[in-house]
T-cell receptor, first 115, second 114 residues
Framework: DAGVTQSPTHLIKTRGQQVTLRCSPKSGHDTVSWYQQALGQGPQFIFQ???????QRGNFPDRFSGHQFPNYSSELNVNALLLGDSALYLCASSLRTSGMTDTQYFGPGTRLTVL | AQSVTQPDIHITVSEGASLELRCNYSYGATPYLFWYVQSPGQGLQLLLK????DTLVQGIKGFEAEFKRSQSSFNLRKPSVHWSDAAEYFCAVGAEDSNYQLIWGAGTKLIIKP
């Protein structure tokens, strides 16, 4: 049973560019959440997708957008990259049940470096 | 607003010694509490979680945590650490009235001395 997979593993971009990160959830999961983890910090919630719609959003600007496909996989898009966007981007999948009882399973992350 | 504090940025423990990692949270009601571990190149892995009931929670890899409401704490413990426990440990809190979004501590890096 494949766990959560993310691609690419590493990415280098320059300021102002756009980037797309991809996530495939664990088999049987229907909900995908994205987190940003800056160096030396804990993850910060970006947004969550369920049934191909953004259901919750953290405190991130509109430059951060996403998409969920019918097969539950997801993309995170970041436009107009800033140096401060350099971070590890984590994808987590879960099965939508009631509230917090569903455990999130995390992928290994995509390391984005903005120069 | 909810917050999570992990007071220790780094902790060094000898192999075979006991371990306690501290986590304090700020929240009015009883939150949902989690401990995750992150190894280099690996995703975050859930060690244990507390929702309600028995305040001593058993997790994977021999870890346990105790919820103490009076101290707003959820400290992680292990009686005897192994070199493979070297990693970064994160405490996180979620709550119903914040749509269960997880708020994370900054993490504690565990270093194991041989």
């Amino acid at each position: 049973d494949a766990g959560v997979t993310q691609s690419p593993t590493h990415l280098i971009k320059t300021r102002g560019q756009q980037v797309t990160l991809r996530c495939s959830p664990k088999s049987g999961h229907d909900t995908v959440s994205w987190y940003q983890q800056a160096l030396g910090q804990g993850p910060q919630f970006i947004f969550q997708y369920y049934e191909e719609e953004e259901r919750q959003r953290g405190n991130f600007p509109d430059r951060f957008s996403g998409h969920q496909f019918p097969n539950y996989s997801s993309e995170l898009n970041v436009n107009a990259l800033l140096l401060g966007d350099s971070a590890l981007y984590l994808c987590a999948s879960s099965l939508r049940t009631s509230g917090m009882t569903d455990t999130q399973y995390f992928g290994p992350g995509t390391r984005l470096t903005v120069l | 607003a909810q917050s999570v504090t992990q007071p220790d940025i780094h902790i060094t423990v000898s192999e075979g010694a006991s371990l306690e990692l501290r986590c304090n949270y700020s929240y009015g009601a009883t939150p949902y509490l989690f401990w995750y571990v992150q190894s280099p190149g690996q995703g975050l892995q859930l060690l244990l979680k507390y929702f309600s009931g028995d305040t001593l929670v058993q997790g994977i890899k021999g870890f346990e945590a105790e919820f103490k409401r009076s101290q707003s704490s959820f400290n992680l413990r292990k009686p005897s650490v192994h070199w493979s426990d070297a990693a970064e440990y994160f405490c996180a809190v979620g709550a119903e009235d914040s749509n269960y979004q997880l708020i994370w501590g900054a993490g504690t890096k565990l270093i194991i001395k041989p």
